[in-house]
């Protein structure tokens, strides 16, 4: 009888073994799905990043957030935006440095998301007629901000991001 038990007992220990390399398995691709390959490589994001939300306060976002943002970019800005210029305006590209002379700045994620929902020329004096409104009835806070949070980090990392040379 001991031996039996004995042998069950490295039969469960196997069968576990096999459920964790299963479950490690089927978690892993569906994570790595999540992961735009460009936010992990010129984003140099691999893990939940600090990004400044208003001047004074910052928030987390992960490689998640990020690739979604990159997502929401890809399928609503880059006709206009591609590497992060400006099509219709050449002088006002999304690089860190016109963000922060815009007026108002845009280099916070609320500032960035405040432009989306209401966009404003580049010296803020009127309404924008080439960048799209985006009402929360088209993307969520969350949506908007992880899209201000890719543009951000794409301004601060990615080679050529809102320059002549992408």
Known sequence: MRTDRKAMGGWWKVLGIVLVIWAGVAVVPVQAADLDPYVVRYLRVTEAIELPMTGDRSQSFSPVQLSEGKRLFEGSCKNCHLGGATLPDPTAPLSLDALRGATPPRDTIAQLVAFMRQPMTYDGTEESVWCRQ???????????ENLAAFI????????????ADF
């Open 134 to 144: 985006v009402p929360d009835t088209w993307m969520s806070q969350a949506q908007v």
């Open 152 to 163: 951000l980090r794409a301004a601060e990392k990615a080679p050529g991001w809102g320059t």
